[in-house]
């Protein structure tokens, strides 16, 4: 593969090492450049300040890309999710999540949700920033017309308002087809989520593995679990080709939960194995 992109690391995937000890960003941090990542997608200040954290990135040498801030804080105060996040020089906003009353599977909450998304799309944009919207598998339900809701979403809205940080993982859960996905979306898709992951049989509470709460039904019969990239069963080398082809400027690695693996071998083994594919 001759081209390839720079590669960032979800902070999320360290909030375990982060979240109760927010003294020890700097030490994470240098963990990860020395790994080979070129950047970090954040996800929450742990209290820190935006000053710090853009002084800790650029000392290190990691490119603060993009962040994941929820809805609701952009809701509720837009112009600071701006400020804050433009001081440490993100140049991707990103929804991480859809409430459940804003899904396509509920038409007419999706249908209001829409132009709140349009509004808080064009006030980043004017800002200089990109607001970028992160799947789960929730979004690729067919609408009555044949459309994914996922499709439906991004044609509601302008370009320079709302593009895709498509999540490979959710997307191939959903579809099979994250390939294709990229292939629609190029020239939409700044940001690319690396995330893999392995799934037997009929899995009915798949979110409680990101820390939403669900109910436990008796028919869970099959097993669903994320792993390093390379380490599920997702097929790496076509995606990577075609997100070169879409225009893409960066792939982030998200790994949601680790389970037995210290989270930065977790990161480790997911450098190492993009490395192996020559990124």
């Known amino acids: 593969m001759s081209e390839k992109l720079p590669v960032a690391v979800?902070?999320?995937?360290l909030r375990d090492l982060l979240e109760n000890t927010p003294d020890k960003f700097k030490e994470v941090m240098t963990k990860v450049k020395e790994m080979g990542y070129d950047g970090v997608e954040l996800a929450g200040l742990y209290g820190l300040t935006p000053e710090y954290v853009r002084d800790t990135l650029k000392e290190i040498g990691l490119v603060p890309l993009s962040a994941h801030v929820p809805f609701v804080?952009?809701?509720?105060?837009?112009?600071?999710?701006?400020?804050?996040y433009s001081t440490i020089g993100v140049q991707y906003l990103v929804m991480p999540y859809m409430a459940e009353e804003?899904?396509?599977?509920?038409?007419?909450?999706?249908?209001?949700?829409?132009?709140l998304l349009n509004q808080v799309g064009e006030k980043i944009h004017q800002a200089g920033m990109t607001f970028l919207y992160h799947n789960h598998d929730f979004e690729f339900v067919k609408l009555e017309d044949g459309t994914w809701?996922?499709?439906?979403?991004?044609?509601?809205i302008p370009h320079d308002n709302l593009m895709s940080e498509l999540d490979t993982?959710?997307?191939?859960?959903?579809?099979?087809?994250?390939?294709?996905?990229i292939k629609k979306y190029a020239g939409r898709l700044p940001v690319l989520h690396l995330k893999d992951y392995i799934k037997k049989g009929q899995v009915k509470s798949m979110y409680k593995l990101i820390g939403i709460e669900q109910e436990e039904t008796e028919e869970e019969t099959g097993y669903f679990g994320f792993r390093p990239v390379g380490f599920g069963q997702m097929i790496?080398?076509?995606?990577?080709?075609?997100?070169?082809?879409?225009?893409?400027k960066w792939v982030v690695v998200e790994q949601?939960?680790?389970?037995e693996l210290d989270p930065l071998e977790a990161a480790r083994r997911s450098r190492d194995y993009l490395k192996i594919l020559g990124w």
């Open 10 to 13: 979800q902070v999320y995937g």
């Open 102 to 115: 804003y899904r396509p599977v509920n038409p007419e909450g999706f249908k209001g949700f829409l132009p």
């Open 73 to 84: 804080d952009m809701m509720e105060d837009l112009d600071k999710v701006i400020k804050d």
């Open 256 to 259: 949601d939960e680790h389970y």
């Open 236 to 248: 790496w080398e076509p995606i990577l080709e075609e997100t070169v082809k879409a225009g893409t």
């Open 149 to 156: 809701g996922y499709d439906a979403m991004f044609d509601a």
């Open 169 to 181: 993982c959710w997307c191939d859960v959903a579809t099979g087809e994250p390939v294709e996905f």
